[in-house]
């Protein structure tokens, strides 16, 4: 599973770093930034939801 | 065009001290016009508020966003690109997670000392005493200004009393004005770690900004971080106080807080609505609108929208997701929301450190048209 985020939507709400904060987290500006790809199951479910959380939908999960 | 947008007003008294039953029917009518304020165009859903708020092109904020207009324009949110973007990049920094976090320990103290003062003697009002004072204590150590309990009269008079006093609302703006002008020089020459001297120093395109441009900001700073934040913590106090298993729960399972805190923006929406003008003449939503009219997105309405949200009425910190658009969402989506959020959590984790079986007092009611007192009472 791969972690697509497009840092042009992101406007900072920060809902999937509170989420999965081993997965992402905030730059300097407040906008999200991917540190890597999930893991573990348990990651990957982290991962589902911080997709889904995101109100600009600026989050996409690729299942390889 | 629907009858029940027709003669819609989010500012009438009736709304403002209850919103909630007109969601249903003006969500059920789409967005519709209104003879009101010129013809503004009401937007209730949670879909075409998204699809507003990310369409830059068609729909400005530069315009002005409430209506009735403020007396000055709200920057950096009244803005368009490219300059937008630029004066938003000037205080990103000091808005970011990061840059908050290092506040958490004033927030926290700040909120200790008002509970312990609160709790001294009774009446024990966590509306007035807290809710209010907190954010307003908090926003004064970032612009680096003495707190004076004026301030709150100047914001509110700044922001409600344009509706039906401009009088007052001018006076209010002219002292905040005042206030800020009067602290220039002494920032520009002695800059300290505060938001006035970033602000008064600030550059864009290797020029400084206008005494105008950075007191239009500093009055914004000022208004956007008051009774927003606070109204949402007097609303969540209130919510956890007439429900005793959320209390129990919130108490034993403290990481529960910042989804409570969520739900509460959603639940309360601080900021009922905010709008645009039409740049151009477009079809938006089945509408036809015509260049320069304006558009009131009410978000309190789509927090509570089914297509978007599950038994929208119910208070459930469970919810998920919860893309609440109570900070609205796009380009100009509020750039405080970081300070807003954690001064919201440490307030609840310290009043139920402090005071953890709170009870409401005789008379508490849920207001949705000002911050008013919230007297509770020891278990």
Same mark, same amino acid.
């Given at each position: 599973?791969?972690?697509?985020? @497009? ?14 904060? @081993?997965?992402? @987290? ?10 890597? @790809? ?27 | ?166 009088? /007052? ?103 009922? /609505? ?72 440490? /307030? ?32």
């Amino acid at each position: 599973m791969r972690i697509k985020l @497009d840092r042009d939507c992101c406007v900072g709400h920060n809902r999937c770093v509170v989420l999965a904060p @081993d997965l992402f @987290d905030a730059d300097d500006d407040g906008y999200a930034i991917l540190k890597r @790809d999930p893991q573990t199951d348990e990651e990957k479910v982290l991962a589902q939801r911080a997709a889904r959380a995101c109100p600009e939908r600026a989050i996409t999960i690729i299942e390889e | 065009m629907s009858k029940v947008h027709e003669d819609f007003d989010h500012n009438s008294k009736e709304f403002r001290a209850d919103p909630i039953p007109y969601y249903q029917k003006l969500r059920e009518g789409g967005t519709g016009k209104s003879k009101n304020y010129g013809g503004v165009w009401f937007v209730p859903t949670y879909e075409d508020i998204l699809k507003m708020s990310h369409d830059t092109e068609s729909f400005s904020p530069a315009q002005g966003t409430m209506f009735p207009p403020m007396n000055t324009p709200l920057i950096p949110m009244e803005t368009d690109p490219p300059i937008h973007g630029k004066y938003r990049q000037l205080l990103m920094r000091e808005f970011a997670p990061k840059a908050i976090a290092e506040w958490a320990p004033v927030i926290r103290q700040t909120a200790s000392d008002m509970l312990d003062e609160i709790f001294a003697e009774p009446p024990y009002d966590l509306g007035l005493d807290y809710a209010k004072m907190m954010p307003t204590a908090v926003i004064c150590e970032i612009l680096g200004i003495k707190f004076e309990p004026v301030f709150q009269q100047w914001v509110e008079d700044s922001v409600y009393s344009r509706i039906d006093d401009r009088a /007052a609302a001018q006076a209010a703006t002219d002292s905040i004005y005042k206030m800020f002008g009067e602290l220039l020089t002494e920032r520009r020459e002695n800059p300290g770690k505060d938001l006035v001297s970033l602000v008064a120093n600030a550059e864009v395109d290797g020029e400084p900004l206008s005494d105008e441009v950075v007191l239009d900001f500093c009055h914004f700073l000022l208004v956007a971080g008051l009774d927003n934040t606070g109204f949402t913590i007097r609303a969540l106090l209130m919510q956890i106080g007439q429900d005793p298993e959320l209390q129990k729960r919130l108490i034993e399972n403290p990481k529960d807080i910042p989804n409570a805190v969520e739900e509460a923006l959603r639940f309360f929406s601080p900021v009922i /609505a905010l709008g645009r003008h039409a740049t151009k003449d477009v079809e938006f939503s089945g509408c036809p609108m015509h260049k320069g009219e304006g558009t009131v997105m009410l978000f309190g309405c789509a927090n509570r929208d089914p297509k978007e949200f599950e038994n929208p009425d119910e208070f459930d910190i469970d919810r998920f997701p919860n893309r609440h658009v109570a900070f609205g969402v796009g380009p100009h989506r509020c750039l405080g929301s970081n300070l807003a959020r954690v001064e919201i959590i440490i /307030a609840i984790e310290e009043a139920l450190k402090k005071f953890p079986n709170y009870k409401l007092g005789d008379g508490v009611v849920t207001r949705y048209d000002d911050l008013g007192p919230l007297v509770v009472e020891k278990a």
